[in-house]
T-cell receptor, first 113, second 114 residues
Framework: AQSVTQLGSHVSVSEGALVLLRCNYSSSVPPYLFWYVQYPNQGLQLLLKYTTGATLVKGINGFEAEFKKSETSFHLTKPSAHMSDAAEYFCAVIPPTGNQFYFGTGTSLTVIP | SQTIHQWPATLVQPVGSPLSLECTVEGTSNPNLYWYRQAAGRGLQLLFYSVGIGQISSEVPQNLSASRPQDRQFILSSKKLLLSDSGFYLC?????????????FGAGTRLSVL
């Protein structure tokens, strides 16, 4: 069975500081991996995804994530936080042969001016 | 381009009342459709998904049901709401069953059961 763990339900960073949101998955076969962002009272928007190929993937709004198979991780980073990055971030996985997403419990990012 | 619509955006209902939330997709044919619930402080839980008209798969036993009367319409219903049905309901769609296909989400419906 798939599971997704997002360490830290709340993360606070200063404006301009590095953003690091952690995601680990549990699966016998490496899944496809996704990061979504949710702004208050809105739906989820795809930030980036990894399916195959280069393990460092770049997404929208300056975010990127690296798939590390040995660590079963897909952490999300951004070099310099902006106030507009304040939102809820969800990591999600899907087995390569499946059609159901498994979401983490989310990490709420606060950016301090 | 494809768009997904959910309504209403917010809803306050008394316990025991019925529920109907609607989701429609435009600009694509035969999408896979999904209903998720996001409870306060928790992640997303898949409730139902549909790969075609009249085809509904339920992921968890619950007080809710789903129907797909048309190709691009997905309805979430309840005959009698419970307090525990409160939450943020999201509809999503994808094309094809390949795992790498992205799911696109609607803006959500916030349901408060009082």
């Amino acid at each position: 069975a798939q599971s997704v763990t997002q360490l830290g339900s709340h993360v606070s960073v200063s404006e301009g500081a590095l953003v690091l949101l952690r995601c680990n998955y549990s699966s016998s076969v490496p899944p496809y991996l996704f990061w979504y962002v949710q702004y208050p009272n809105q739906g989820l928007q795809l930030l980036l995804k990894y399916t195959t190929g280069a393990t460092l993937v770049k997404g929208i709004n300056g975010f990127e994530a690296e798939f590390k198979k040995s660590e079963t991780s897909f952490h999300l980073t951004k070099p310099s936080a902006h106030m507009s990055d304040a939102a809820e971030y969800f990591c999600a996985v899907i087995p390569p042969t499946g059609n159901q997403f498994y979401f983490g419990t989310g990490t709420s990012l606060t950016v301090i001016p | 381009s494809q768009t997904i619509h959910q309504w209403p955006a917010t809803l306050v209902q008394p316990v025991g009342s019925p529920l109907s939330l609607e989701c429609t997709v435009e600009g694509t044919s035969n999408p896979n459709l999904y209903w998720y619930r996001q409870a306060a402080g928790r992640g997303l839980q898949l409730l139902f998904y549909s790969v075609g008209i009249g085809q509904i798969s339920s992921e968890v036993p619950q007080n809710l049901s789903a129907s797909r009367p048309q190709d691009r319409q997905f309805i979430l219903s309840s005959k009698k709401l419970l307090l525990s049905d409160s939450g943020f309901y999201l509809c999503a769609w994808s094309v094809g069953l390949a795992a790498k296909n992205i799911q696109y989400f609607g803006a959500g419906t916030r349901l408060s059961v009082l």
